[in-house]
Each structure stands twice: as C-alpha cells, then as structure tokens.
C-alpha cells in the first residue's frame, strides 16, 4: 500500500504541471457533465431551461459546504502527510466524511422544505415553479451522498493523486452523458421524465462517484476508516477541520448569495435573460479548465510543503500561477468574444432572445476571467498555510463588497448588459487587491517570520 506522494521535492514547475495535465481531462470532464445536462434540457424548451437555472444557486449553497469541507480536508490531510503523520491524515479523512453527511443532508432536506417561498423571491414565474420543483425533489433528499465527492476527492488530492481523480471525474462524465437522454427523453421500457430526469442522472452519477474515490483511498493509500467513536475526540477532529473549513465555508455561502441576486436581476429582463444566464454560466467554464486544473494542485502542493517547512516552495508555486491566471484569462477573453455568435444558437435553439442575451453574457464576462482566477488562487495558497480569515476576507469584498454593489448600479444605469459589466469590474477590482496581498504575505520571508513566531 502506497503512502501518498511526496510534493515536497522535485521541480516545483514540473510538478505543477504534471498534477495538472492529469486533471485537464478531469476538469474538461466536469465541465462536459455540467453543459450535457445544460445542452439536453435546453431541447425541453425555455421554461424547463429557465427552472434549471433557478436551482443553480440552490446547488451552489449545498457545494459550497461540501467544497468548503473539501478544502478543510485537503489542507488538514496535505499537512499532516507533510509531517509524516499518516495516521492523523487517515482519521482526519474519516471524520470529514461523517461531518459532510450530516451538514449536507440537513442543508438539503431544509432547501426542499422552502422550495417554494425561496424561488419566488428570485422572481421565478408560476410556470416555473412545478418544473423547479420537479427537479429538486429527486435531488435534495439525496444530497448528502451526492456531495460527499467533494471532500472524498479533496483527501485523494491530498495524497498528491491527480491521475486517479481524474480518472474518477471522467467517468462520472460519461455516465451522466449516458443517463441524461435515457432519462430525460426515455428509451424502450424507460419512460421520458423531462427534467425530472436530468436531476436523477446526476443524482446516480455523483454517488456513484463518491464511492469509486473512497475505494480508492481505502485500497491504496489507507486514508478511509471509520469516524470516531468518541465524541470527544470527533468534536477535536471536527474542530480542526472547521478551522479552516469554516472561513472556507463562509466564503463559500457569499457565492450562492451574489449568485441569487444577480440571478433575480437578470430575471426583471425574462425567462430567455434567465436562461442564457445559466447558459453562459456552463459555457464559460470551458474559460476555466486550464487554470481549474492547476487550481486543482494546490492544495496539495502547498499543503505538504508549508507543512515540511518549505516555504521557498510555496512561494514558487505562487508565483507560478500568478502568470498562468493572468495569460490565460487574456488569451480566453479575446477567443470567446470571437466566437459568442458561433456559440450561442448551440444552446438558444432559435429562441432570438435567448441567443441575443447569450452573445452579450460571452463578450463581456470574460474580461473578468484572469484577474478572477487569481483572486481564487491567492485564496487557496491562504487556506493551504492555514489563513483562512485572511481568504475570507478577500472573496467577502469580491462578492459582496463589489460584485453585488456594481451589478446593481449597472443595471440601473444600462439594464441587463450592465450586471454583466458590473460584475467584470468587480472581479478586476478584487484580482488587483488579491495580486498585492500575496506577493506581500505568500513569499518565503513572510512565512518564515510567522514559522518562526509559532
């Protein structure tokens, strides 16, 4: 049995890289599972479309605990292997799966309960209600097993795997791109079941999911067990992974709450504004998956290294990605305002309205994207060396301090176009501050001084 792989020696660049090669197909994967489900409920029609885009801030809340778990994990665990501490990596891992079973479960079966008072106060029409409904209720109920991948995969990134993740994400992929027409459209003895099948396929594809990471950290690299049987010490156990999950928790519980109410501002322009909101959300992620694929190999990067004492290390990876955020975001923002007429009528299916707000969603938000990811960089590097306050602080600006205000006074000031670009100039504001921030407090000198203080 494998240990887990050490990052705390080799070449910082080769390294990055050949964590986040692996991961592209992962990251591609995930952003396939992400646009089949958007491409074959966008053949229902706009209104199941519409309903779909509703649930996004939903799904974000019950993401945001469990990536937010995820990331606790990840830091805790790449940590303690860094120390040399497997057994404390182990039980860490264990405990994390427990905590995520029970917040997630309960977050879910809550959000069902109030479906219907919390979708019309994001202005969502009485047409839309029942497929809203439809959807969430083969969802929620399972939620907690459907995002424990979450910390599942932060563990196994932990332990340095990037192929095997990968491996994982691909294969949920293609299972869902396999379940969502049997569902949604049937197929001999399976019956059509709308949109209600879209929210089942993804509901079998990330259990299913769950259980293939967690073979696979129990087989070969002994980091699954069962949790603790005494309370006091799962309450310890618990308390260390919230100290970071839960700054990382707060942050991440900002994004569905900017997402709500940017998604209630688009809805004053319509169902097709709405609908090509979410379009454009799943489109974009393409913009992502070279900077999420290394994103992705942080954690661990950073994690084993602060841990070793390796601060020269953590301050090269940080540097590193620096430049990758920034040339990729500009190479991404030229392409996609290139193509955003050639993109839209994939996804609008002749609805002119639709098509129209979509083109207008791909050339503006992408000039956000650069600055944007180097703000979710300088986040991880602070969580992974245990600053989760300090990452808190910085995503809190971003989406509350800037994003919303901006998108507000846009759309007062140039309607639906204006949210848009409100929410580009937020996102540069916020990458600027992060960009200073880490160069003053993520560099070899600083993280000594605070070593050598602790």
Same mark, same amino acid.
């Given at each position: *049995?494998?240990?887990?792989?050490?990052?705390? &020696?080799?070449? /910082?660049?080769?390294?990055?890289?050949? +964590?986040? #090669?692996? +991961?592209?197909?992962?990251? !591609?994967?995930?952003?396939?599972?992400?646009? @089949?489900?958007?491409? !074959?409920?966008?053949?229902?029609?706009?209104?199941? *479309?519409?309903?779909? %885009?509703?649930?996004?801030?939903?799904?974000?809340?019950?993401?945001?605990? @469990?990536?937010?778990?995820?990331?606790?994990?990840?830091?805790?665990?790449?940590?303690?292997?860094?120390?040399?501490?497997?057994?404390?990596?182990?039980?860490?891992?264990?405990?994390? +799966?427990?905590?995520?079973?029970?917040?997630?479960?309960?977050?879910?079966?809550?959000?069902?309960?109030?479906?219907?008072?919390?979708?019309?106060?994001?202005?969502?029409?009485?047409?839309?209600?029942?497929?809203?409904?439809?959807?969430?209720?083969?969802?929620?109920?399972? @939620?907690?097993?459907?995002?424990?991948? *979450?910390?599942?995969?932060?563990?196994?990134?932990?332990?340095?795997?990037?192929?095997?993740?990968?491996?994982?994400?691909?294969?949920?992929?293609?299972?869902?791109?396999?379940?969502?027409?049997?569902?949604?459209?049937?197929?001999?003895?399976?019956?059509?079941?709308?949109?209600?099948?879209?929210?089942?396929?993804?509901?079998?594809? &990330?259990?299913?999911?769950?259980?293939?990471?967690?073979?696979?950290?129990?087989?070969?690299?002994?980091?699954?067990?069962?949790?603790?049987?005494?309370? $006091?010490?799962?309450?310890?156990?618990?308390?260390?992974?919230?100290?970071?999950?839960?700054?990382?928790?707060?942050?991440?519980?900002?994004?569905?709450?900017?997402?709500?109410?940017?998604?209630?501002?688009?809805?004053?322009?319509?169902?097709?504004?709405?609908?090509?909101?979410?379009?454009?959300?799943?489109? $974009? *992620?393409?913009?992502?998956?070279?900077?999420?694929?290394?994103?992705?190999?942080?954690?661990?990067?950073?994690?084993?290294?602060?841990?070793?004492?390796?601060?020269?290390? #953590?301050?090269?990876?940080?540097?590193?990605?620096?430049?990758?955020?920034?040339?990729?975001?500009?190479?991404?923002?030229?392409?996609? !305002?290139?193509?955003?007429? !050639?993109?839209?009528?994939?996804?609008?299916?002749?609805?002119?309205?639709?098509?129209?707000?979509?083109?207008?969603?791909?050339?503006?938000?992408?000039?956000?994207?650069?600055?944007?990811?180097?703000?979710?960089?300088? %986040? /991880?590097?602070?969580?992974?060396?245990?600053?989760?306050?300090?990452?808190?602080?910085?995503?809190?600006?971003?989406?509350?301090?800037?994003?919303?205000?901006?998108?507000?006074?846009?759309?007062?000031?140039?309607?639906?176009?204006?949210?848009?670009?409100?929410?580009?100039?937020?996102?540069?504001?916020?990458?600027?501050?992060?960009?200073?921030?880490?160069?003053?407090?993520?560099?070899?000198?600083?993280?000594?001084?605070?070593?050598?203080?602790?």
């Amino acid at each position: *049995m494998k240990k887990h792989i050490d990052l705390t &020696q080799g070449h /910082i660049g080769r390294q990055m890289i050949g +964590m986040a #090669v692996p +991961m592209l197909a992962g990251t !591609f994967s995930m952003t396939a599972f992400n646009l @089949a489900d958007t491409w !074959f409920v966008s053949k229902l029609g706009k209104v199941p *479309m519409a309903a779909m %885009s509703f649930t996004f801030p939903v799904a974000m809340v019950l993401g945001s605990v @469990a990536m937010a778990l995820g990331m606790g994990s990840s830091v805790v665990v790449s940590q303690a292997l860094g120390e040399g501490s497997h057994e404390k990596a182990k039980q860490i891992s264990a405990d994390c +799966m427990l905590l995520g079973l029970v917040l997630v479960e309960a977050l879910g079966l809550l959000a069902l309960a109030f479906s219907a008072p919390i979708f019309r106060a994001m202005n969502a029409s009485e047409d839309v209600l029942p497929l809203i409904r439809q959807y969430l209720v083969w969802y929620l109920p399972f @939620a907690g097993v459907v995002f424990l991948s *979450m910390p599942a995969t932060g563990v196994l990134r932990a332990a340095g795997d990037a192929k095997r993740q990968s491996l994982i994400m691909v294969t949920g992929a293609v299972l869902n791109c396999i379940l969502d027409p049997l569902l949604i459209f049937g197929y001999g003895w399976i019956p059509a079941l709308g949109i209600r099948g879209a929210s089942i396929a993804t509901t079998l594809t &990330q259990g299913s999911t769950f259980f293939m990471c967690i073979c696979i950290l129990h087989r070969r690299y002994g980091l699954a067990a069962w949790p603790q049987r005494s309370l $006091e010490k799962l309450m310890r156990s618990w308390n260390h992974i919230l100290h970071i999950a839960g700054p990382a928790f707060v942050s991440n519980m900002l994004m569905p709450v900017s997402a709500f109410v940017l998604t209630a501002l688009v809805a004053r322009h319509g169902d097709a504004a709405v609908a090509a909101y979410g379009a454009g959300g799943r489109v $974009e *992620m393409f913009a992502y998956l070279c900077p999420m694929a290394l994103g992705i190999s942080l954690v661990p990067l950073v994690g084993q290294n602060y841990g070793a004492g390796r601060y020269d290390r #953590v301050e090269g990876c940080r540097r590193w990605s620096e430049r990758l955020a920034l040339g990729w975001g500009a190479v991404i923002a030229v392409v996609f !305002f290139l193509a955003a007429p !050639f993109i839209a009528p994939l996804f609008a299916h002749h609805d002119e309205g639709m098509e129209r707000h979509l083109v207008l969603y791909l050339r503006i938000m992408p000039f956000g994207y650069g600055l944007r990811e180097v703000l979710r960089y300088i %986040s /991880i590097f602070l969580n992974a060396i245990s600053r989760p306050l300090a990452s808190l602080v910085l995503n809190a600006l971003f989406l509350v301090g800037f994003n919303v205000p901006f998108a507000l006074l846009g759309e007062w000031l140039f309607g639906l176009a204006g949210v848009f670009g409100g929410v580009v100039l937020g996102s540069n504001l916020a990458g600027l501050l992060a960009l200073a921030y880490g160069r003053r407090r993520v560099n070899e000198a600083a993280l000594a001084r605070v070593g050598v203080s602790s």
